[in-house]
């Protein structure tokens, strides 16, 4: 790069470093936070060179390949990179950039949060109480399940599932946990490497992998089915991980104690019927969404354009190409 500051476009608000961002570089922000559309996406792309997206701008093959030859750099709000065409990235030598290891523990709290929220029907009495339906106290009134001792399998053991496992434990939870590797033992938690067989023997199935090739609708109709009835399904990783169709099938037949999901297919156009039905907590995705995270995660998107700027390596360079 020469001497002249990178035209950066950001695609939303980023708290505590936008006054910086504006400083170092020729930034182009989004003072009304408005999700760009597809047009805007190419627009900005053919604009910049460096674009800044979310999670929610999903980028393919074809607004790539219309974006011109001024952009260079993508660098990433969040660790998660699906919405992005990483083998287009790849073929125009585009360099790709995320934020990892800021939102672990967030993500963490708010996956055991839905652990709880869902066992003890919290949200369906906040919902009683806000309706002026509660009659008062009743030893057979709103009764939810214990902790202890239960079944916690946690799909995906990365950083996230690790921090998870550790709070789990302090409810006494028995954590088991399939990953494409086995552990050390200090996390505390058992290695189950048939993903049909965690999922078996699951009283809580909490989903913290990525969205792969691999990954999508992996719990699909025939794993609901072979879950015990009465397991409470949580999901804090990427909505496409279930097949909501047949999530939804086994709620409403009580086959399944519950969900507790933070994350959707198409959201923020979620189904109504999560809505509608009391044993699902539904929240608007809240994972990592702390002001701590998130002003971290901008400062990590400083620290990658500026270490790129310089013609240096990022520090979170993301590979796009083959292994």
């Known amino acids: 790069m020469s001497n002249t500051k990178p035209r950066v476009i950001v695609t939303r608000r980023l708290p505590g470093v936008e006054a910086r961002m504006s400083e170092l570089f020729d930034a182009v922000l989004n003072p009304d936070d408005h999700p760009f559309t597809r047009e805007e996406l190419v627009a900005a792309m053919r604009d910049c060179d460096v674009l800044v ?78 309706a002026g339906e509660w009659t008062g106290w009743a030893p057979s009134a709103m009764l939810g399940r214990t902790l202890k001792g239960k079944v916690l399998g946690i799909v995906g053991m990365g950083r996230i599932g690790q921090a998870l496992a550790r709070r789990a434990q302090a409810f006494e939870m ?24 965690l999922i078996a023997r699951s009283d809580y199935l909490s989903l913290n992998c990525p969205a792969t090739d691999e990954t999508r609708g992996l719990l699909d109709a025939n794993r609901i089915a072979a879950m015990k009835p009465g397991t409470f399904v949580i999901n804090s ?27 959707y297919i198409g959201e923020p156009d979620l189904r109504q019927q999560f809505m509608a039905l009391p044993n699902v907590v539904a929240l608007p995705h809240l994972g990592s969404a702390t002001v701590e995270g998130r002003t971290a995660a901008g400062e990590k998107i400083i620290a990658n354009i500026l270490a790129w700027a310089k013609g240096e390596t990022p520090p979170d360079l993301v590979a796009t190409g083959p292994a």
Not at 174 to 197: H, K, M, Q, S
Request: aromatic share 4%; charged share 25%.
């Open 53 to 130: 997206p979310c999670v929610n701008d999903r980028i393919d093959a074809e607004m790539i390949a219309e974006a011109g030859e001024r952009m260079k750099l993508i660098a990433n709000f969040g660790a998660g990179v699906n919405h992005l065409d990483l083998a287009a990235l790849h073929s125009r030598g585009i360099v790709l950039t995320n934020t990892p290891d800021v939102f672990t523990e967030d993500t963490a709290d708010i996956t055991m949060a839905l652990i709880l929220m869902a066992s003890r029907r919290l949200s369906e009495g906040v919902r009683m109480v806000a």
């Open 174 to 197: 028995r954590v088991i946990y399939t990953n494409r590797r086995r552990l050390a033992d200090e996390c505390g938690a058992t290695f189950e490497p048939d993903l049909d067989a």
């Open 237 to 263: 990783g990427r909505g496409d991980l279930i097949d909501e169709d047949a999530l939804i099938a086994a709620l409403e037949s009580g086959h399944l104690g519950g969900a507790g999901l933070d994350v």
